[in-house]
């Protein structure tokens, strides 16, 4: 593979990666229960939310994962949150193109004798 082919293949797939990362994430909280109503009885999240609770006392602590978790299902990812999730997109994207184009590198064409 030529390097020009590879950096493209490499570019796409970080592209890809972010595209999948941003687009995902809302989907993602949505369905395992934090949604903009709130936590859905009897999801992922109400575990998660009941856990937080016993854990400290009867209330779920501020700043917390579940807090957190929450507020992005209600109102979407801040600007900075959208930030970070496009950063680990375009990485998991690129290592996939890499570990992709590193298996077809491998294979070889040439012809065994008989």
């Given at each position: 593979m030529s390097p020009t082919a590879a950096a493209v293949g490499i570019g796409v797939g970080a592209a890809a990666g972010v595209v999948a990362a941003v687009v995902g994430a809302p989907l993602v909280l949505g369905a395992v229960g934090f949604t903009s109503a709130g936590i859905a009885a009897g999801s992922f999240a109400a575990s998660m939310m009941s856990a937080a609770a016993v854990a400290n006392g009867g209330a779920v602590a501020a700043g917390s994962a579940v807090a957190v978790l929450q507020a992005a299902g209600a109102v979407g990812l801040s600007g900075a949150?959208?930030?970070a999730v496009?950063?680990?997109?375009?990485?998991?994207?690129?290592?996939?193109s890499l570990i992709g184009g590193k298996?077809?590198?491998?294979?070889?064409n040439k012809k065994t004798s008989k």
């Open positions: 949150a959208t930030a496009t950063g680990v997109g375009a990485a998991v994207g690129w290592l996939v298996e077809k590198g491998d294979k070889s």
